[in-house]
């Protein structure tokens, strides 16, 4: 005896070698021996053998029609040998049998299992939708084979150019745009970028670096709302002073300016002044909404996204030739330098001049003054008296590194035929004119810290212990500076953390509750947000800065360049802010001089291949 049964979703047929009641011994046709369940026994024949029965089973289904046999069917369930019986108008053969059986379970479109042989047609409804399903697939299939020649052919269809955020920045595994290029990237052997840009899909290399960052970070886009009216905030009184600023050339958030009054005896009255855009910018209002959602202006090289939009950045900025309200802390200060007495004001502030980084020299470090001083020199030396004295206060010796500006003329033709010629250039960091500004922004902050902390008003303080900074909303000791007191309050237009300060500054001058409580959830949540945001932005001007390096080799056509050992196989470039590996480098003492061969750089990647060329003599 035989029997056709069901194993493992399979149709299969098998000599019976043992027969009982619930359970059968079976040698299948491959030959293989089986226990199976008497219920998934399908068909018991005695002739002709499994295998032969198989055989000829199989080539009658293949012209069965699933269509014909779903016509046919009543609405109600059915076994399979009854429907072998009406279609063949016989009792049909084992083979006959099986082959229904085989085209049923086959054909899920057109027939839902019930049971072991049992089906039910599936109801019109379903099966239209079904054979549309299969229709568009096939269409969909012979699209993305079109595709696939074309991506190989290194040319990009307007179906997938039209996809492209989408294939750069955010694969929708699920597309069929995405599976042809992934179809084609495997038979190239090729990443889905690099194919892309085989076929003429990334003509920047720069922009496509800009827009990931875009895509991961502002997914609705980097344009602000419209922004309405800007509240009118209270009328103020003008200080007495001529104030000016000190920054890059490229700055237009100017937050910070400084101002000398002398007084006799030597003494003098300084002012540092901080823009005040929280007057205008109340807690919750649409302008914040904006500050909170982005919470820091996004810097790169050439490029930068602010904080806020255009029309508050130039209402409070501290431009030259205008007066804009200002939060000021006057320092007065003795003949030596040391603070006297100092106080804060909200006041309007007349802007004489924006000084640029690179027009002052260094005469103002001269004790005294000469006929050869350029503009503002006097200014500067009382502000650098005060410096000194604030960082001899704090016991802080100078550190002396090199930093870099990265200057883009996007109006030039760079590496590769880009728009965009970089010049990098090193700025000693620790030069007077830095420590005067950092010294006097690092006083501001510690004193205003310590005015929120005097009145028991919540702040976002940093601290440190044990090297790591991180944000608290209660004061705590920042060992790096040696200070007690110290938060962010002097960039209120590029940071949103100097924004809330200054909301709270201006509530406590006032006599006012400050908008946010100590234990305030909303202020925790700015915290943890700015903090992460921050790092954020703070990696993506990492990432440009080393894509502009490399830029810059391309561009140079730099075959060879110099470095210094740091550790191990880590080197230092020298004309470039970048940090390699050097596989091959030898057993070098740190510091070492060194020469490096440049070899293939990717911009798309970012990455640079390179080998040790030698030792490289000291100059």
């Known amino acids: 005896m035989h029997v056709l049964f069901e194993d493992d979703g399979q149709l299969k047929a098998g000599t019976v070698l043992a027969d009982h009641d619930a359970s059968l011994q079976v040698e299948a046709a491959s030959g293989k021996r089986l226990k199976i369940k008497a219920a998934n026994v399908l068909l018991r024949f005695a002739s002709p053998s499994p295998a032969a029965t198989l055989a000829d089973a199989q080539k009658l289904a293949a012209d069965l029609d699933a269509g014909f046999l779903w016509e046919v069917t009543g ?14 108008g016989r009792p049909p053969e084992p083979a006959q049998a ?20 049992r089906f039910r047609r599936a109801p019109p409804e379903a099966l239209e939708a079904a054979l549309k399903s299969v229709e568009r697939k096939k269409r969909d299939a012979t699209q993305a084979e079109a595709w696939v020649a074309e991506l190989i052919a290194g040319r990009l269809p ?28 495997d038979a190239q052997r090729k990443s889905p970028l690099e194919l892309l840009a085989a076929c003429g899909a990334i003509p920047s290399t720069h922009d496509y670096h800009y827009n990931a960052f875009l895509a991961a970070t502002f997914p609705h886009g980097a344009n602000f709302p419209a922004l309405g ?18 920054d890059d050339a490229s700055t237009t958030e100017i937050d910070d ?25 109340a807690h919750g209002s649409p302008a914040d909404a904006m500050g909170r959602e982005r919470l820091s202006t996004v810097y790169m090289p050439g490029r930068k996204l602010t904080m806020l939009p255009d029309a508050l950045v130039a209402a409070f900025t501290l431009r030259a030739g205008t007066s804009p309200p200002a939060l000021s802390l006057y320092v007065e200060i003795d003949e030596r330098g040391n603070v006297e007495r100092q106080s804060t004001h909200i006041e309007r502030v007349p802007i004489a001049a924006n000084l640029r980084l690179t027009e002052i020299a260094d005469a103002f470090t001269a004790d005294l003054p000469s006929a050869d001083d350029p503009p503002w020199t006097a200014e500067l030396r009382m502000l650098w008296k005060l410096a000194r004295g604030l960082a001899g206060a704090r016991g802080k010796n100078d550190v002396q590194r090199i930093d870099y500006s990265f200057r883009v ?10 728009p965009g010629r970089v010049e990098i250039v090193p700025r000693p960091r ?25 009145a028991h008003a919540a702040g976002l303080y940093r601290v440190q212990s044990n090297g790591k900074v991180k944000m608290s909303t209660r004061p705590g000791e920042h060992q790096g500076l040696g200070l007690a007191h110290y938060l962010w309050a002097s960039s209120p237009l590029r940071r949103y953390s100097d924004l809330v300060n200054q909301r709270q500054l201006l509530a406590v001058l006032d006599g006012r509750r400050p908008p946010y ?21 703070a990696d993506f001007q990492d990432r440009m800065e080393r894509y502009w390096c490399l830029r810059w080799l391309v561009q140079e056509n730099a075959g060879e360049v110099t470095a210094h050992v740091i550790r191990d196989t880590l080197v230092r470039f020298e004309q470039l802010p970048l940090i390699v590996r050097l596989a091959d480098l030898p057993a070098l003492a740190p510091d070492t001089r060194v020469r490096i061969a440049i070899g293939r750089i990717d911009l798309l990647a970012s990455t640079l291949e390179c080998r040790f060329a030698g030792v490289a003599p000291l100059v």
């Open 98 to 117: 099986a082959a229904v059986a085989m085209r049923l379970a086959a054909s899920p479109m057109h027939f839902y299992r019930k049971g072991k042989g």
């Open 257 to 281: 300016a400084f101002s000398v009054t002398e007084v006799q005896g030597g003494r003098a009255r300084i002012g540092i002044h901080i823009a005040c855009p929280a007057l205008a910018i």
């Open 517 to 537: 409580a100590e234990n305030d959830a909303e202020l925790f949540a700015a915290l943890a947000d700015f903090e992460a945001t921050y790092a954020q932005y």
């Open 229 to 246: 009216d800007l509240p009118a905030f209270p009328e103020l009184p003008l200080a007495q002073v001529r104030a000016f600023s000190i």
């Open 158 to 185: 307007d179906a997938l150019r039209e996809k492209l955020p989408m294939l750069l920045y955010k694969p929708d595994k699920n597309a069929l745009e995405w599976k042809a290029l992934s179809h084609a990237s």
């Open 430 to 454: 620790g030069s007077p004119l830095d420590k005067l500004i950092a010294e006097l922004m690092i006083h501001v902050n510690n004193a205003w810290g310590r005015t929120l902390a005097d």
């Open 75 to 88: 609405d109600g369930e059915f076994d399979f040998d009854q429907l072998a019986r009406e279609y063949y």
């Open 409 to 418: 003329d996007w109006e030039a033709v760079g590496a590769n035929g880009e």
